[in-house]
């Protein structure tokens, strides 16, 4: 690959600048839209439609591989957005209640969805859930929504009846305030705590609701993976956010996207978890809170045998990220999302 430009470190490095190392590895947006623009409001598309279908069908699967029994159980989803998780869960599975908690409605940050009819988009999925999959979730079904989702491990088939409705109420609140719900819980699900800062204190405001036999499924998207930033804030040098210091980006968001620099760094520093904290970090946070590790799958990015020879465009890669990140694994960099299952010690 030939890059376009060279962005010079402050140390004289020079690192490769091109779209090539970008474009081709996010998402596409909604038409007539940037790639860092925020969705606009409207119907969701069908790549939403089919990433939920999958979160749900990886829940499952990995709750059901630790022999977590649902039957009677209430759930906590901290960072719920738009709230169809716990729902769908409701409906397919034998969990007796759930409470979503968000800081955030739809459209008010910029991961936020976009402003939809949430009733309609409820229907919509459980209707084609129920016309497709017909009591198996399994790939096959519905593999065409999920095109776009950067996975690569397919969970297995997972048996399922619809039970339909159950008591879910949201709360607008965030992580570090669920003893303002009052009440406890039984499993705690998680998949933004890249948007929350504090993470030994997600664990301990957990711990204070949680049963004696609680467990916390987690799906992560590490900061240190290819596109850790998100498409708002990662740069077009192959794993740039790992390459440049603080003083680094911001010089790099000016010369090389300086009509959106502001916003772009806004992201990085305060959109983003901040500081930086690795896999092996977070087992050990949730172990002082009482929770131990039972399962993590390390999930790489459907890309990740294009992005692994970008490693050799940049000279002294290794040396480069292990003096900024001296405790980062480059297991964590070829990641896509981590599932992880924790348990109450000694359960």
Request: proline fraction near 6%; include cysteine; charge should be negative.
């Amino acid at each position: 690959m030939n890059a376009t430009a060279h962005f010079v470190k402050d140390n004289g490095i020079r690192l490769p600048v091109s779209d090539d190392y970008l474009l081709p590895f996010l998402s596409p947006t909604s038409p007539g839209t940037n790639y860092w623009d925020s969705p606009p409001p409207g119907a969701a598309l069908d790549r939403q439609r089919g990433r939920i279908i999958l979160q749900i069908h990886q829940i499952l699967d990995h709750l059901g591989r630790c022999g977590i029994d649902l039957k009677g159980k209430t759930l906590l989803d901290i960072g719920t957005g738009n709230g169809m998780v716990p729902k769908l869960l409701l409906q397919f599975s034998d969990l007796s209640a759930a409470v979503g908690v968000d800081p955030y409605l739809d459209g008010e940050h910029k991961t936020s969805w976009q402003k939809h009819d949430q009733d309609s988009l409820f229907r919509e999925l459980v209707a084609y859930i129920d016309e497709h999959c017909q009591g198996s979730l399994a790939f096959e079904r519905y593999r065409h929504l999920a095109g776009f989702e950067h996975f690569t491990a397919r969970p297995a088939p997972v048996s399922y009846s619809s039970q339909g409705s159950k008591n879910f109420r949201f709360a607008k609140i965030g992580a570090h305030d669920l003893a303002e719900l009052g009440e406890k819980f039984d499993l705690f699900y998680c998949k933004a705590i890249d948007h929350i800062p504090d993470w030994p204190g997600i664990f301990r405001a957990i711990d204070a609701v949680a049963s004696d036999d609680a467990a916390i499924c987690i799906k992560h998207f590490s900061f240190f993976s290819y596109l850790g930033p998100h498409r708002y804030a990662t740069t077009n040098i192959p794993w740039g956010h790992l390459l440049l210091t603080d003083d680094e980006y911001r010089r790099f968001a000016q010369e090389f996207h300086g009509h959106r620099a502001e916003q772009m760094v806004d992201f990085y520093f305060s959109g983003l978890s901040y500081p930086r904290t690795p896999m092996s970090d977070l087992v050990e946070m949730a172990r002082r809170s009482g929770f131990v590790l039972h399962e993590i799958v390390n999930e790489p990015l459907r890309h990740v045998g294009k992005l692994q020879p970008f490693v050799d465009d940049v000279p002294g890669f290794w040396n480069i990220v292990h003096e900024n990140w001296p405790r980062v694994s480059a297991e964590e960099l070829f990641s896509g999302r981590y599932h992880m299952i924790f348990k109450r010690a000694g359960r």
